[in-house]
């Protein structure tokens, strides 16, 4: 029998960055390296899978849609901390583009001793310095 199952998470977390930036000059501009730890709230969760088997002639598949329980009686932990290094490039005027990479360290599900599930993030930002 051949089976596969497909799932995919969708987590919306608000996080508190407390990270230190170095800014280097380029010309009129500077470039500018950081990073630091990171507290993380989850605040909503769905998950999709989809589970398909053939096997003895016969195809099976199904398919669903949850929302996720959090706290301590649901499957994931809400909170979650890391670290965040990010870099970018910064014009004159204070307008810049960067980009990052958040290193969870939190195991964020429950009951599970052989898959721990951790968030790792990359964005893509465009902002204002002052």
Same mark, same amino acid.
């Given at each position: 029998m051949k089976a596969a199952i497909n799932a995919r998470a969708n987590v919306i977390y608000a996080e508190i960055p407390l990270n230190l930036l170095v800014k280097l000059p380029v010309a009129d501009n500077k470039v500018f390296f950081g990073g630091g730890p990171y507290y993380g709230m989850a605040l +909503?969760?769905?998950?999709?899978?989809?589970?398909?088997?053939?096997?003895?002639?016969?195809?099976?598949?199904?398919?669903?849609?949850?929302?996720?329980?959090? @706290?301590?009686?649901?499957? +994931?932990?809400?909170?979650?901390?890391?670290?965040?290094? !990010?870099?970018?490039?910064?014009?004159?005027?204070?307008?810049?583009?960067? #980009?990052? +990479? @958040? !290193?969870?360290? #939190? #195991?964020?599900n429950r009951d599970d001793k052989d898959v721990k599930i951790k968030n790792s993030v990359i964005s893509f930002g465009l902002g204002f310095m002052f």
């Open positions: +909503y969760r769905r998950e999709k899978y989809k589970v398909s088997a053939n096997g003895n002639g016969e195809s099976i598949s199904e398919s669903d849609s949850d929302e996720i329980d959090f @706290g301590s009686d649901g499957e +994931y932990k809400r909170p979650d901390f890391g670290l965040n290094f !990010l870099a970018g490039f910064q014009i004159r005027s204070g307008l810049n583009i960067h #980009a990052g +990479y @958040g !290193l969870g360290f #939190a #195991a964020i």
